[in-house]
């Protein structure tokens, strides 16, 4: 086993050279802290189970396992997890351990089937009841005194009086009797309808509208992309979400297709055929039609005797079928949008489908400025900087209006992602890219991506405040957020997918007794546009002991605060600087573990915090990730996708990016409805005469050995060989065979499951594209650089073992 050279890209900081011979005794892989059996010990213990949330401090199921949720006073892990649920009582505590104090909070998270759905609450005219000093809402941390005419707010202490319509008795316990029958008094979650003082204006919001944008320039059409889009829009407008209970949506399209000049289309019901209006100049852009520009699909679709919308993207493909136009414009496409739903006072998304860098001359117009000669240098953090001026001012004028930008992205070569997803990483939005898009291989894979992405339950127009007990206080935000001063997270539109990151501070000693407290309130418009606000409540524990922070930390929520805290920073700071503070605080955390909590053992022991003991691979893999391991071989925009992509996930999409699954097909019972238990991300767990499935969340190979048996590639690709196996192939054949079944459902059920659709890639062992599946083999030697988990475990230990002497 090679170890690392020093002064490796990906390298970890100062490795000894001496780590690169052959080490002295060869350590058992097996021996060191494994993910998976981790993920398959708590699986085993609490999946299947139902996780109640009355108690302070408690530490939910890891994001892997299976369980059901049953809210009795704190919100779900799924909405909020966090580093420790046992925050040390002062602020040197935390600082002589330098574990972070953070929440990874995500308002809209998907529920299970089995799980209670959020309770509205409508208070009618008053509004919901908020402390008259901290403005936190009522929620069970309340503490009813005074015959129940009074309460004390649990985050600011303040003694309010209850509002005679809300006056209840208390019972002989101190809690009121119509305790169970309201949610904000029994439930850590629930949502609030807000009164006009919540809506802009004084004025209730209109519903939300979603505006295509369709790059029609030469590349678009001849690879038959725009047909692909039309031709799915058909159906996809049919399902368009609309909220629970409501028969049709309540959102409005609209539809704008564009290269150098922008073209809107006036589908007003009234009209024989759609008219076509173009603005070619995009210097100062305005939307040339404000009626008909808009419409509520369910009429458009219906409407006799042509539907409008059907025949608009029937026409679009064939009127631009024989264009020349390469060039097209960007930053004016994003502004005609904000126009529209300005025009129409409604919030609402674009989503972009777009393929080149924008070099029309138009505002935003860019140049390539690719240079790997920055990689590994000082200026490598450039790469990842957006260009500023006319598109910061965007994504402020874009979260202004509720404005939220989802980019599709169809590159052929470099197009400065740093700078265009800028926005979309302000608003809410997601950034979707196929390189070298074709419709044969990629075209299902983006198809799904975008139907997912429409039908995603979301909240449009948000603003989001953390508030905390006394003691301790949020002071960053990671996310695809927007912040306009230290408080207030706005977000132009946030979806189940999107995660928020929340670091804390101490300002004062947290008690023991009392705990900590944390309230996330959301305001938002929902979809049918009803102003609504969602609150989040969370109790945690407070100790004067470390043991207890260490007994109570989260390591998949930690990575995740790692993950954004250092993708953040290569905008700022050269990568090695970042990956030896990761190294550095790695090191820093466990020694301090070893110190305080250990019992006493042999220095040359490695002893590791059982709660954190598979902390060390995923820091690891995290410095080999694109954005962080400085190779000349990756390219700058496919870092910088990752790295906008990483601020906005939770903690399933961090876990799973870090730790692929790494499943073993070729020996399970078919019979049984059980998935395979995943293998150690690594070479060697690999067989010549295996099958393995491997996913991130974002790519997804199945992996062939040189001496997979016929039978089984004749089950699975009704071929006789694996000679036969085409190179291209992005599905599998439908077989009617127990195996074929079985792997197909494999497949089918984590594309639906995993927020991104994943593009299956089949490699044989030992063919050239084996390299991409073999990135991302996490525990091995990084291909582009960086250490193995073995290695870097030793170099922790030293590190760990000098920082005790
Ligand atoms: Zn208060």
């Not at 992602?417 to 979707?432: E, F, L, N, R, W």
């Not at 955390?589 to 042999?602: E, F």
Request: proline share 6%; with cysteine; aromatic share 8%.
């Amino acid at each position: 086993m090679a170890g690392p050279h020093p002064g490796m890209p990906g390298a970890f900081p100062g490795a000894p050279g001496g780590l690169a011979g052959p080490p002295q005794k060869k350590l058992d892989p097996d021996s060191i802290p494994s993910i998976t059996q981790v993920i398959e010990d708590d699986q085993g213990k609490q999946g299947g189970t139902v996780y109640k949330t009355n108690v302070r401090g408690q530490v939910p199921p890891l994001v892997t396992t299976d369980f059901t949720v049953q809210d009795q006073g704190n919100a779900s892990p799924r909405f909020i997890r966090c580093t420790t649920y046992s925050l040390p009582c002062t602020a040197d505590l935390a600082k002589q351990c330098q574990v972070p104090l953070a929440s990874i909070i995500k308002p809209f998270a998907s529920l299970q089937k089995n799980e209670t759905p959020l309770y509205v609450v409508n208070h009618g005219e008053t509004g919901p009841i908020r402390c008259n000093r901290c403005k936190a809402y009522m929620c069970p941390y309340m503490q009813f005194i005074d015959g129940g005419r009074r309460y004390q707010c649990g985050f600011c202490n303040c003694v309010n009086e209850v509002p005679v319509f809300y006056f209840q008795h208390l019972d002989h316990m101190g809690q009121r009797v119509d305790f169970y029958e309201r949610p904000e008094l029994s439930l850590g979650s629930y949502e609030f309808v807000a009164t006009l003082d919540y809506c802009k204006n004084n004025k209730p919001p209109n519903p939300p509208a979603y505006i295509f944008m369709i790059d029609v320039s030469y590349n678009n059409i001849k690879s038959g992309l725009v047909k692909l889009i039309c031709d799915e829009l058909k159906t996809l407008l049919e399902n368009l979400p609309s909220e629970e209970g409501m028969e049709s949506s309540a959102i409005k399209v609209g539809f704008v297709t564009y290269n150098k000049v922008l073209h809107f289309y006036n589908v007003k019901s009234a009209l024989a055929q759609p008219q076509m209006m173009v603005v070619s100049d995009t210097a100062e852009m305005f939307v040339p039609l404000l009626d008909g520009f808009l419409n509520n699909v369910t009429c458009q679709l219906s409407h006799d005797p042509v539907p409008l919308l059907s025949s608009l993207l029937d026409q679009i493909p064939d009127m631009f079928a024989d264009t020349n136009e390469s060039e097209t414009v960007f930053v004016p496409v994003i502004q005609a949008g904000v126009e529209a739903f300005k025009a129409a006072e409604c919030s609402g998304k674009l989503f972009i489908f777009h393929s080149s860098m924008p070099t029309a001359e138009a505002p935003g117009k860019l140049k390539n400025r690719d240079d790997k000669k920055l990689v590994n240098t000082e200026k490598e953090k450039t790469l990842f900087q957006p260009q500023k001026g006319v598109y910061e001012q965007l994504s402020k004028d874009c979260v202004a209006q509720g404005c939220c930008v989802d980019l599709f992205l169809f590159p052929s070569q470099y197009m400065d992602i740093a700078t265009m997803a800028d926005v979309p990483s302000h608003t809410g939005g997601s950034v979707y890219k196929y390189n070298n898009f074709q419709v044969e291989t990629d075209g299902e894979h983006f198809l799904r991506d975008l139907r997912k992405d429409v039908r995603k339950s979301i909240g449009f127009d948000a603003i989001m405040r953390v508030r905390t007990s006394t003691g301790f206080r949020a002071t960053e935000f990671f996310g695809a957020i927007h912040m306009n001063n230290t408080t207030d997270v706005e977000m132009a539109a946030v979806d189940c997918d999107k995660a928020i990151t929340v670091e804390f501070k101490h300002d004062d000693a947290l008690s023991e007794e009392t705990g900590a407290l944390m309230q996330c309130a959301l305001l938002y418009t929902t979809i049918n546009g009803q102003r609504r606000l969602r609150i989040h409540n969370l109790s945690l524990n407070c100790s004067l002991q470390l043991s207890e922070l260490f007994k109570s930390c989260e390591t998949d929520s930690l990575i995740n605060f790692f993950s954004k805290s250092a993708c953040r920073a290569i905008l700022n700071q050269p990568l090695k600087n970042v990956r030896e503070i990761l190294v550095n605080q790695t090191a820093h955390m466990l020694a301090c573990y070893r110190k305080n909590c250990a019992s006493p053992s042999a220095a040359s022991q490695l002893i590791l915090p059982d709660a954190m003991k598979v902390f060390p691979v995923y820091v690891n893999s995290l410095m080999k990730t694109a954005p962080l391991v400085g190779s000349t071989e990756l390219s700058t925009d496919d870092r910088a996708h990752q790295r906008l992509a990483i601020m906005g996930m939770g903690v399933e999409d961090t876990q799973l990016l870090l730790y692929p699954r790494l499943t073993p097909l070729h020996n399970m019972d078919v019979s049984s409805e059980a998935l395979p238990a995943p293998v150690r991300c690594s070479e060697e767990r690999l067989t010549d005469s295996g099958m393995f499935l491997l996913e991130n969340g974002h790519s997804m190979f199945l992996w062939l050995g040189q001496a997979s048996p016929p039978d089984l590639i004749q089950s699975i690709f009704n071929l006789p060989s694996l000679a036969h196996l085409q190179g291209n192939m992005c599905a599998l054949p439908e077989l009617d065979n127990p195996l074929s079944i079985k792997v197909r459902s494999i497949i089918n059920g984590l594309i639906e499951k995993r927020p991104n659709s994943m593009k299956l890639q089949i490699v044989r062992q030992k063919d050239k594209p084996e390299m991409l599946f073999r990135q991302f083999l996490v525990e091995d030697k990084g291909l582009h650089g960086g250490a193995s988990y073995m290695d870097f475990l030793c170099y922790v230990h030293r590190e760990i073992r000098q920082l005790l002497t």
